[in-house]
């Protein structure tokens, strides 16, 4: 994008600007949610409208202007705008059918957080979803599902495997079944998996099925933290030989790269007192790994905090609701501007995680 000489180009009416230390800042366009990290001279002078600072240095000028800053549009123009992205995301949204489909309440992990295992979960909760652990979804829940699908026309579907865990092993068969009877629909459809990825090795035939017949497939993994951390929180039921994890799942999410299955994987990470320190550490750990520059993955760390479901608490203090300035002062050392852009984007998130 080229700078056009004879336009006047001001500050965009709908930038939200926040401090991160004396050197940088963060500045949001609203109408096109763009976020930066930059130097806070250039924030001053964006906030102050002094656009002829920017005339030095065109290389900041064109960028800012690319990412909505600076903008050549009114007010009245800039809310248009605003306006009918809006509209825009409103439509995909209202044509969008979502389907959440627990496969089963039952998990091979027994993580302290976890609203259905973890150890605060109350014995009242917990024994809910003991009653109901053997369960999995059934044929006949699935043709319901099918069913569903067929009688409606939604622009698309986007269909979410759930759980507890939905890849255990022996789900294989009725995993294969639904994923089969998805194939068949002569609709738009998209898979989302929330796996934690200790046997999703056993599914890779069933995940290169869905790719190879142009359904979009993303799934997400969490990794908690460098190995000795993520085994504190990700760990296996039962784990009496104190049998890590995460070994095994990186080894999958390497087997998954090196096959053809086309695909996203949303790496997450739950942020919490356990681990907040060692977000870098993880971090380096995926640069080491080419992970942070792979198209095909996508990073992500979400706070992880209580919530009540009707007086039932799902997760301990000992995990959750970590101070903010705790975060505040690990940003500051880091250097890495995209991993400080992820831990912004956590902070500034409304969605903070629950769990998973
Ligand atoms: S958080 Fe997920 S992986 Fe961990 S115990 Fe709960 S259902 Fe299993």
Sequence with gaps: MKINENIRYNSSYYNIYSDINYIYGVVV?????????????????????????????KEIETYLTKRGYLTSLTIVEEKEKLLNTGKKLYDIQTGKSVIVIPITYDCNFNCPYCFFW??????????????????????????????????????SYSIRFFGGEPLLTQNKHIIAFLTDELIKI????????????????????????????????????????????HNKTRRLIGNKKNKGTFSAIIKNIDKILESKIILKIFLRTNVGKLNYKYIEELYNFYKQKDWTDNDKILIYFSLIYSIDFD??????????????????????????????????????SPHRGLYY
Excluded: R
């Design 186 to 229: 002569n609709k738009k459809i998209n898979i989302n998996i929330t796996t934690n990825g200790y046997t999703i090795n056993k599914y890779l035939p069933i995940l290169k099925k869905i790719s190879d017949n142009g359904i979009e497939l993303s799934i997400q993994i969490t990794i908690d933290g460098p190995s000795e951390i």
């Design 29 to 57: 366009n609203g109408v096109n949610g763009a976020m930066d990290i930059i130097n806070k001279d250039f924030i001053e002078a964006l906030k102050e409208n002094k656009t002829d600072y920017f005339e030095q240095n």
């Design 118 to 155: 973890g150890n605060k979960a109350s014995k009242e909760t917990k024994k809910q979803f003991i009653n109901n652990k053997e369960k999995v979804i059934t044929k006949d829940n699935i043709s319901k599902i099918i069913n569903y699908i067929n009688n409606t026309d939604y622009i």
């Design 311 to 348: 007086g039932l608490s799902c997760v301990g203090k000992d995990v959750y609701d970590l101070n903010p300035n705790k975060i505040m002062d690990i940003l500051k050392n880091i250097k890495d501007t995209k991993l400080k852009l992820l831990i912004i984007k956590m902070m500034l």
